[in-house]
């Protein structure tokens, strides 16, 4: 066998091992499209992609009559253009009309279109795909073009949770979610590893010992299809599906559709007639773990328990009569809202006791507490980096990047991203002099010039030390730390905090983009002991080196909270301001927060803010617009 047969060669579906959910969900999407596609939440190594190639295979296996069932993988790098189509340049310069070039999603029809690592792809994209799974078809309106094509495909996202979260806009348009991890049974894994040797060993023939089963199960998936026209859905499991969303306190009526769709196809897959209770709570633990969250930072998942009591809520709406309901109790509502209150509270407080009942490690000096909790969290406006930058799509600072609007027309070769089509034509047409068709040569391309926005590395500098240690001053920096935390993840940040307290500097959170796991981190950490402003400021300038090498395009903006006082060592407060002097050099933009709240003000911090040309505002005034209004300023000085 040649290495090109063997690359050819896909892992069967039939020999995936374990991954149960996530084999239904995609089959169901098989079965019904309109479902709304399937989003694979995992850890790397969790074989996402493997069984997304194998259900592909499957499925040209069973729509090869009609030429369905391959595979489209979209490219986190790919514009715009190339997954709606655009103009096609051949036929305009040649025949002078107005063509339609399609794109990725045409090519999708009726076939399988897989994003792997759907959370690193751009908003706006991701609202395209959505809409046209949805519909089924996709509309364009550009380039003086209007075309309108069908694109009905199954539509698979994979994420990795460490590398960011979905805007919850975003997850609530993916019909299911699965959540995938590796198995922590030796069987199981040891199973794994035995089928994957075999494959690497001979993958032919690997493949043929589970060709009947991936025949099967293609035959079933088009019997299942043919079987939709004939599936009911009765009232009374209609109201179930209604009850049981409600229980849920869903957003909107999206997650009753999608349930309703996955119930009809879980019946047709069982070769039932008719939707039944098992369909439903099937079609609920698959379409509502990913709709319940009602924030960011709450974990994912469906409690079985919840679940198991919202089922038989839901039984009971269906064995009544199909009336409208009496209105409610007076006072049912609020106390509804009191105990829904009251459990973030509960939830918190064990989650406190708990971790300070934990041992931890304990530095020289002065014993280190347990940081007071953040207050409450308060909108934010964006922080903006100076100037423009080339950094990584998102929604924060100006930025030229391949995901903008067009703005101008370049003749740099290396400029821009793409080909200013009609500035190229309207070159080619200025230096043409006779009649005739229309040529172009290389003098006349020119390149699109795009402006839009990008995310930036946000690192939050936070003074743990005993100085800083009052239950008020912690919570109110905790509190606006996720507040803007919270704005970052909004804006496609990425964020970074590192506190410093007895001799050295932590990294508590390195740069990431989930807003999950960063909460986890800051909800409490340890503070006490004497103040290293100067390793802290080295640790920041050593993260701004470490991640521009990493991507240089990404800028960096360095929050500083502290009350300026630096202890410990020799001369601590001149090392403070040659560390300080280190991080200006490196070109990162600095907003000093002003934490000192004695009576008598030393003026430390203004200090420290005057060596890192960077403004600074005192912690009383630490509020939402007075702190964006200052980095915009800051952002101001520096583009002059």
Not at 395 to 420: C, F, I
Not at 558 to 568: I, S, Y
Request: hydrophobic share 40%; aromatic share 4%.
């Amino acid at each position: 066998m040649t290495l090109a047969d063997r690359v050819d060669v896909n892992y069967p579906f039939s020999a995936l091992v374990g991954h149960d959910r996530l084999r239904l969900a995609l089959v169901l999407c098989a079965v019904r499209p309109d479902i709304g596609g399937v989003l694979i939440r995992g850890e790397k190594g969790t074989a996402k992609s493997t069984a997304v190639r194998g259900l592909a295979q499957v499925l040209t296996t069973a729509f090869q009559a009609s030429g369905g069932g391959h595979l489209v993988e979209l490219p986190i790098g790919a514009t715009e253009d190339r997954v709606i189509g655009s103009l096609d340049l051949q036929k305009v310069l040649r025949d002078g009309e107005h063509a339609f070039s399609p794109g990725l999603l045409a090519r999708a029809h009726r076939g399988v279109l897989y994003v792997d690592e759907v959370n690193l792809l751009h908003d706006h994209l991701v609202d395209i795909l959505l809409d046209a799974a949805a519909m089924g078809r996709v509309h364009i309106e550009r380039d003086g073009v209007s075309h309108s094509h069908e694109a009905r495909f199954v539509l698979i996202g994979t994420m990795n949770p460490e590398e960011g979260e979905l805007r919850p806009q975003l997850l609530d348009r993916f019909g299911l979610t699965v959540d995938v991890a590796a198995s922590r049974d030796v069987d199981v894994r040891t199973d794994v590893i035995r089928h994957r040797l075999a494959f690497e060993a001979d993958p032919a023939a690997f493949a043929a010992r589970y060709a009947g089963e991936d025949a099967a199960l293609a035959a079933r998936i088009a019997e299942a299809r043919a079987l939709l026209v004939d599936v009911t859905l009765p009232d009374n499991e209609l109201r179930r599906i209604a009850a049981l969303c409600a229980a849920f306190d869903v957003d909107g009526m999206r997650a009753d559709l999608v349930v309703a769709r996955t119930a009809v196809a879980h019946a047709a897959w069982r070769g039932a007639t008719t939707v039944d209770e098992q369909d439903i709570r099937v079609a609920a633990e698959l379409a509502l773990p990913h709709r319940r969250r009602r924030d960011p930072f709450d974990d994912p998942g469906l409690d079985p328990e919840r679940l198991d009591d919202a089922m038989q809520q839901a039984a009971d709406a269906a064995d009544e009569e199909p009336e409208p309901p009496p209105d409610p109790p007076a006072g049912g509502q609020d106390n509804a809202d009191e105990q829904n209150a009251q459990a973030p509270q509960q939830d918190s407080s064990s989650s406190s006791t708990q971790s300070e009942s934990q041992p931890r490690p304990n530095g020289a000096g002065a014993p280190p507490r347990t940081s007071a909790p953040p207050s409450a969290q308060f909108r934010t406006r964006a922080l903006v980096v100076p100037g423009i930058g080339e950094g990584a799509p998102g929604r924060r600072s100006r930025a030229r990047n391949r995901t903008g609007t067009v703005v101008a027309a370049a003749t740099d070769p290396g400029a821009g991203h793409g080909v200013h089509l009609f500035a190229t034509v309207q070159a080619a047409a200025g230096r043409q002099t006779g009649v005739g068709r229309l040529r172009v040569v290389p003098d006349d391309v020119r390149r699109a010039v795009r402006e839009g926005r990008e995310g930036n590395l946000v690192i939050f500098v936070v003074d743990a030390s005993g100085s800083m240690a009052a239950r008020d001053r912690m919570s109110a920096v905790g509190g606006a730390t996720l507040s803007l935390l919270r704005d970052a993840y909004q804006r496609r940040d990425k964020v970074a905090v590192i506190t410093f307290r007895q001799q050295d500097a932590q990294v508590v959170l390195p740069p990431t983009s989930s807003v999950h796991i960063a909460s986890r981190r800051l909800a409490q950490f340890q503070t006490g002991g004497r103040t290293p402003l100067a390793q802290g400021l080295l640790a920041a300038r050593d993260m701004v080196v470490r991640e521009r090498a990493r991507d240089r395009a990404r800028r960096s903006l360095v929050v500083v909270l502290t009350d300026g006082r630096a202890t410990g060592g020799v001369d601590p407060l001149d090392r403070a301001r040659a560390a300080a002097a280190r991080l200006v050099a490196e070109g990162a933009a600095a907003v000093v927060v002003d934490c000192e709240t004695s009576f008598v003000r030393l003026g430390l911090a203004e200090d420290l803010a005057r060596h890192l040309n960077a403004p600074a505002v005192r912690l009383d005034q630490l509020r939402a617009d007075d702190l964006s209004a200052l980095v915009k300023s800051q952002a101001g000085r520096g583009a002059a």
